[in-house]
């Protein structure tokens, strides 16, 4: 059993910002990056919204560049994946794919994930046409067709998001109601560039592939109903079908809202447990960017940072 002053889990923006913080406190910060390092950000395509880099950065570079920084200040990254945690002792307890740990304090960036619709064609098209966020992806579909799946608020959202870049954007919801509040369902019927597909699942998502390098053209669609089957040209699919949170470990230990997100206390990445704390998606429905998870990292390295200062002088 090793044991560290902070352990933090999860490397997306969040977690690495957070190791970057730490490393610099002199907490030598452990961080275990689980089963996908980088988080979502090695699933999109080129990120040009994340301030310093005008002329775009990609997803895995990004996350490299982070690592590199916090391990130039004394982080440890390992490549191991957190399987169970107790949060009721002191230190806590932390057992991984590969080993076990003891922390004073822990850092939660376990991030979120979009859901998918299960499709082996749509994990084929990803970063290649498929995207789950209109914000990272949507200024790459200038003057083409796309479409968005879901009927929900995010939908709708990414749906009015896409018509300054897109000729034409079709939702394609499972159901003829969507479930999104009044007032976007009213923003988004009012927009002449947003087309509804009713009652619509997609079957399957197509493309080309020339050199290795895959485009998608279109997706068939099958009416639930009447079950017809039809095609959409497309050049962008954005699936926007919700998102959950990566807190299966800690239900029971932590406080969650009532879809899953850890609870964070006022402005602080402070948690229900003293000495846990909380940044990134997982606790962030709302912004979900790469930014303000790289943000409420940094918070999260502060908090913890003071809360050991007075945990380890008492
Ligand atoms: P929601 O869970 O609200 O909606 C998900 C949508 O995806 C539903 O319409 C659902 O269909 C559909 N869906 C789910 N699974 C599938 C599937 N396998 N195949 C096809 N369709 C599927 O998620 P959102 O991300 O939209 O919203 C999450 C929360 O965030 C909500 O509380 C929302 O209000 C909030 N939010 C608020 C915003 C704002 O106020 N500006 C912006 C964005 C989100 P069905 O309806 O049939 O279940």
């Known amino acids: 059993m090793e044991h560290r002053t902070v352990v933090i889990i999860g490397s997306g923006p969040a977690g690495l910002t957070a190791a970057v913080y730490c490393a610099r ?6 961080v275990l990056e689980g089963a996908q390092p980088g988080g979502q950000l090695t699933i999109t395509t080129e990120i040009e919204n994340f301030p310093g880099f005008p002329e775009g950065i990609s997803g895995s570079r990004l ?18 994946t957190v399987m169970d945690v107790n949060l009721l002792v002191r230190p806590f307890r932390l057992s991984t794919d590969q080993s076990r740990y003891t922390a004073d304090a822990l850092i939660i960036a376990t991030g979120a994930s979009a859901r998918s619709l299960g499709l082996e064609s749509e994990i084929r098209f990803r970063g290649a046409g498929v995207s789950a966020c209109a914000t990272c992806d949507g200024f790459f579909f200038k003057g083409l067709d796309v479409a968005v799946v879901g009927g929900g608020d995010t939908a709708l959202e990414e749906a009015i998001f896409l018509t300054r870049f897109a000729t034409k954007v079709t939702v394609i919801h499972r159901r003829d109601e969507l479930r999104a509040s009044k007032i976007m369902q009213e923003r988004a019927k009012r927009n002449p560039k947003i087309e509804f597909l009713w009652n619509s699942v997609i079957e399957e998502v197509c493309g080309t592939e020339e050199n290795g390098i895959r485009r998608l053209t279109h997706v068939r669609i099958r009416n639930v109903q009447t079950g017809e089957t039809g095609t959409l040209h497309v050049s962008g699919l954005f699936i926007a079908i919700g998102h959950t949170p990566n807190t299966r470990l800690f239900g029971g230990q932590l406080d969650l809202d009532d879809q899953g997100y850890i609870r964070t206390i006022g402005k602080s990445s402070r948690t229900s447990v003293d000495g846990v704390f909380a940044c990134g998606d997982v606790q962030d429905s709302v912004y979900r960017q790469a930014v303000t998870a790289a943000g409420s990292g940094c918070m999260a390295a502060i ?5 050991l200062s007075e945990f380890l002088d008492r």
């Open 63 to 80: 996350t490299e560049e982070i690592r590199r920084q916090a391990v130039r200040f004394g982080a440890e990254c390992r490549f191991e």
């Open 303 to 307: 908090d913890a940072e003071r809360w």
């Open 25 to 30: 406190a002199d907490l030598a910060p452990l």
